[in-house]
């Protein structure tokens, strides 16, 4: 039985980060990883209040990062380990 190697809580905490296109960001960890995630196809297939407003780029742009995670003005974050895996193996 094989078993994944999954990042430090620590690396998966997120420094920088800067929109670059519609549903699209340039993300920098803690580590220094740096990554761009193209998020307007996973985020046109989820549901729920929470994240309808991103589906706006307007909306989605005005991302900040609050203690290491990206955080938008509705209170909507996303999972820092998901975050970090899809900076490293893609969002598919």
């Known amino acids: 039985m094989s078993t994944l190697a999954l990042p430090s809580l620590k690396n998966c905490f997120v420094s920088q980060v800067r929109v670059t296109g519609d549903h699209r960001l340039a993300v920098k960890f803690q580590d220094a990883l740096i990554a761009e995630l193209h998020m307007g196809e996973w985020i046109s297939r989820q549901h729920g209040s929470m994240i309808e407003p991103l ?8 991302v900040s990062i609050q203690r290491g995670v990206l955080t938008w003005p509705n209170g909507y974050d ?15």
């Open 55 to 62: 589906k706006s780029p307007a909306f989605f742009a005005d």
């Open 78 to 92: 996303i999972d820092p380990f998901s975050i970090r895996h899809w900076a490293e193996h893609g969002m598919d």
